[in-house]
């Protein structure tokens, strides 16, 4: 079976096509299992998200103690983003991680 994450650059964590309830216990254990420094999450591939997703990120955000930057999120996502208030919580940009 391959990997459930991969990571791009250093820091930057790039999603599977899903991110839900079914597989989000799966991605936290794959990360923590990494050893990385978290910097940057990369939604680009991933095709199906809902709100788990945002919990997840909170999580890790929790962990991370600097503002976790979030780039690729879908419009659904940004939109709950809103609705929940997290605009400061987390740096969301649309564009590719400038590292």
């Known amino acids: 079976m391959s ?33 990385q420094s978290l910097i940057t999450v990369d939604f680009q591939q991933v095709e199906q998200a809902d709100s788990v997703a945002l ?16 780039i690729n999120l879908s419009a659904q996502l940004e939109t709950l983003v809103q609705l929940y208030d997290l605009e400061s919580v987390f740096d969301v940009s649309s564009g590719q991680s400038q590292q």
């Open 55 to 70: 919990a997840m990120l909170l999580c890790w955000q929790n962990s991370a103690g600097l503002p976790l930057k979030v």
């Open 3 to 35: 990997s459930v994450i991969e990571w791009a650059d250093e820091g930057v964590l790039m999603l599977p096509g899903a991110v839900n309830v079914e597989t989000v216990p799966a991605i936290l254990d794959a990360v923590e299992k990494s050893n």
